[in-house]
Structure formats: structure tokens, C-alpha cells
């Protein structure tokens, strides 16, 4: 009797440890419509015979099952060269997330406070100023004291006051230039901790917790995992993350082995036609992912797959489990998907601790339940996951910026129609 009992909780342990991970092999849903997703071929097929997209691959998993997830069109037009699922995408800022994640691992182990000052681990960022005027033809600016410090919250919700190069506002974008802090988008032969006190010695754009600004602040975010952490971004982010949840295939640094699955990068032109990212456009070198680096952005420097960013929302909709680890605490999870904003703050939506939030507004406008979480990146991938559907669905691209996104719209309105 006792062998029973010990191996049937043994079977129950392993039954639920199945059932939190997500497997790639895709399977019929039992709470789907599955041959209605089978429309998604067609509307993928339409936008790639019709130049107006190169390629991608959609992934849609429903109960921690991969309902849908296929490459469409080329990785490579030039080449002919299939999109497989397999793909790996430089997924810019979906990295945020996951330095998101990072700061709550090290939150719920006591070694930061949400409100706490980040004056406290970086002491150059003590005492911060505005900005009150600014003159165009030099750059130059005036400043007054901030109302307040910045803190850990305020960089989670972008409402610190730090915007972005090259992306951001205009006057600050020309401060940032002066000064050479980097977007981190591409690569950078720079030290991380080095730029991020140059950072502090510049005004922010409004009072922190005043307002909505994206910008760098996840870069920053990135640079106090280190510092509180002792560790590099990378390996935090591989001992603490990856390596737990069996992402094989998330990297700051490409391994050349897995180099040939990167996509092309693909922009357009000024009459919309379809041409390839060129290494100076933007300032973005498209090599980077495979380029050696130690600048590890934690706004925008991650490649990873579908699946790989999959089993990631997963673990969050899972509370927090995953792969028979508990990466973060149940109520820590519940804490960084909750709303974290006044209205209006973020337009209809509101923002978490790392992720935009539907809003029940929204969700009476579109097909995304209140309480959705999703964020995309700059070259062209989107993501959101679905709580109360226990949904997840990634488009992953190489394209921006791009005339003819209205396929996601379409794929959206496929996926949810086909849920019974």
C-alpha cells in the first residue's frame, strides 16, 4: 500500500509538472474551434503575395498548449529562404518584461523596495533635475530640482522622467546625443553601470510619477539588477531565468551555431515598397545579436523565438510556475500584473510593473479580455497574454516600420472567434 500511495504521488507530481510546461508539439484544443485557425494560412499568404510582408511566424497557445505555430512567408526573400517556426527574432523591447521580471525576483527576496530611491545602489542618481528650458542650436539647457527621487516603481511603469535616443522626444534626444547615452537598441561598446551614471547627471523631462514617458528607464532597470545582483545581466538572466524554465533559445549573444536563424530585417521605403534594413539605417546595426558584447540592454537587447517567449507568459499565467520551479511568487505575480496607474495615464489601457494592461474600455472595442498583458518590439514582434481565456498569441516579424500591420488586427479576430 505504501509503494502505491508513494508512486502514485509520484505520477500526480509528474502529471503536474507537464501540465505547467508547454510542449512544441502542436495538438487540437478540445475549447477550440481548430479549423477555424487554419484561416490564419490564408491571411498570411495574401500579405506575403502581395508584398506587403516578408514573413513571420504566429503562435497562439491556449491551457498551456500549443494550439497554432507556423513560419509564414521568408526569413529571406533575396534567398527564398523559408520563415521557419523555430526562428529567432531580435525581439527588442519584449526584453523589458524580462528585466521586469528580474527586479521582482529580487524584490520578493528583500534587497529592494518597489518605492525605494535607486539613489540607494546608484548614488549619482541622488538629488535629480528637470529640465526648464532648452536651446535648439546647441543643445544646451537650463534645469530645477525634481520634486522627488526616482524609484523602483517609477522606472517598472516608464513614469520616471527618462526618455529615449533616438526614439524619444526631440529635445531630450538631442541632450542624450550631446552626451552619448545609448538606446540600446543594436550594439554598444560601452559599460552599462558607466552610462547609466552619465544618465543621472542629465534632467529628466517631468517629475517622476507625473507621467507616462517610455524611454530608458528598463536600461536602468537593467544596470541595478547588476549592481544589487553582483552578477552581469546575462547571467542573471540565464541562472535565474532561462536555464529554470528551459529557454534554449533567448540570448544577449547569438551563439554562431544559431546564427542562420535569425531573420532579415526588412524596412520600407517612402512609397511604402518593402526594401532591406541597411547597417547604417537608424544607427542600428541588424548584425548585433551575433556581434560579442557586454553591453546588455534590459530595454531592448534580447533575440528569442516564439516558443522560448511563450513559455515565459506562461510561467505568469501559471502563477509564477514553471518547468516544476516556482520562478517568482504567486502574489508577486498577481502584484506585477495589477494596474499601477491613474486613468488616463496610459491612454484607455494602464501599465503593470512591466507590461501595458487592457483595460475594460478597451476590451469592450476590441477582442483582448480586460486584464490582457502585452507589449511588442521595435523591429516588429507583439505579444499578449490573455488570463481570463488563459490565452497566449505572439506575432513575431522583422519589419518596421510596416504599412500593413492590420493583419494582426485580422489574426486577432480569428483566434478569438474560434474559442467555443
Not at 500511495?5 to 474551434?33: E, N, R, W, Y
Not at 553582483?230 to 544577449?252: A, C, H, R, V
Not at 491613474?342 to 483582448?368: E, H, I, P, Q, V
Amino acid at each position: 500500500m505504501k509503494n502505491f500511495l508513494t508512486i502514485a504521488f509520484v505520477f500526480c507530481a509528474l502529471l503536474m509538472a507537464v501540465s505547467q510546461t508547454l510542449s512544441p508539439v502542436t495538438k487540437p484544443h478540445d475549447g477550440i474551434h481548430n479549423n477555424r485557425l487554419s484561416e490564419i494560412d490564408n491571411i498570411m499568404k495574401d500579405y506575403v503575395d502581395k508584398n506587403q510582408l516578408i514573413g513571420a511566424v504566429v503562435m497562439v497557445v491556449k491551457d498551456n498548449q500549443v494550439v497554432y505555430h507556423k513560419g509564414h512567408g521568408y526569413a529571406d526573400l533575396l534567398a527564398k529562404k523559408p520563415m521557419k517556426p523555430d526562428a529567432i527574432f531580435r525581439i527588442m523591447s519584449q526584453t523589458k518584461a524580462i528585466t521586469s521580471l528580474a527586479i521582482m525576483q529580487l524584490f520578493e527576496q528583500g534587497k529592494l523596495g518597489l518605492d525605494q530611491r535607486i539613489s540607494d545602489f546608484i548614488p549619482e542618481f541622488k538629488n535629480p533635475k528637470l529640465i526648464k528650458t532648452f536651446n535648439a542650436a546647441d543643445s544646451s539647457y537650463t534645469s530645477v530640482p525634481a520634486a522627488s527621487e526616482i524609484t523602483f516603481r517609477d522606472l517598472l511603469t516608464h513614469t520616471s522622467g527618462i526618455s529615449y535616443p533616438d526614439i524619444g522626444k526631440d529635445t531630450m534626444r538631442a541632450i542624450y546625443a550631446k552626451n552619448g547615452i545609448p538606446s540600446g537598441l543594436g550594439f554598444f561598446n560601452e559599460n552599462l553601470l558607466t552610462k547609466m551614471k552619465s544618465l543621472a547627471t542629465l534632467p529628466l523631462l517631468h517629475n517622476p510619477g507625473e507621467r507616462f514617458t517610455y524611454g530608458l528607464s528598463t536600461d536602468l532597470l537593467g544596470a541595478l539588477v547588476e549592481v544589487i545582483s553582483g552578477k552581469s545581466l546575462e547571467t542573471y538572466f540565464q541562472e535565474n531565468i532561462f536555464e529554470p524554465m528551459g529557454m534554449k533559445d533567448t540570448y544577449f549573444n547569438v551563439p554562431a551555431s544559431k546564427s542562420h536563424r535569425l531573420p532579415t530585417v526588412y524596412t520600407e521605403d517612402s512609397n511604402q515598397k518593402i526594401i532591406e534594413w541597411s547597417p547604417t539605417f537608424r544607427n542600428i546595426d541588424p548584425t548585433y545579436p551575433i556581434i560579442p558584447k557586454t553591453y546588455f540592454s534590459g530595454g531592448a537587447g534580447l533575440s528569442s523565438t516564439a516558443y522560448d517567449y511563450a513559455i515565459f507568459l506562461q510561467m505568469l499565467l501559471n502563477g509564477g510556475k514553471y518547468n516544476n520551479k516556482q520562478i517568482l511568487g504567486r502574489r508577486t505575480v498577481e502584484l506585477m500584473l495589477s494596474p499601477q496607474l491613474a486613468d488616463n495615464f496610459y491612454g484607455d489601457d494602464n501599465f503593470t510593473l512591466g507590461f501595458a494592461l487592457t483595460s475594460a474600455k478597451s476590451a469592450n472595442l476590441r477582442m483582448r479580455s480586460e486584464g490582457s498583458f502585452a507589449w511588442g518590439g521595435y523591429y516588429g514582434t507583439t505579444y499578449w497574454a490573455d488570463p481570463k481565456e488563459k490565452l497566449i498569441c505572439l506575432f513575431m516579424t522583422q519589419h518596421t516600420p510596416n504599412s500593413h500591420r492590420d493583419f494582426e488586427d485580422k489574426i486577432t479576430s480569428v483566434i478569438y472567434s474560434s474559442l467555443k
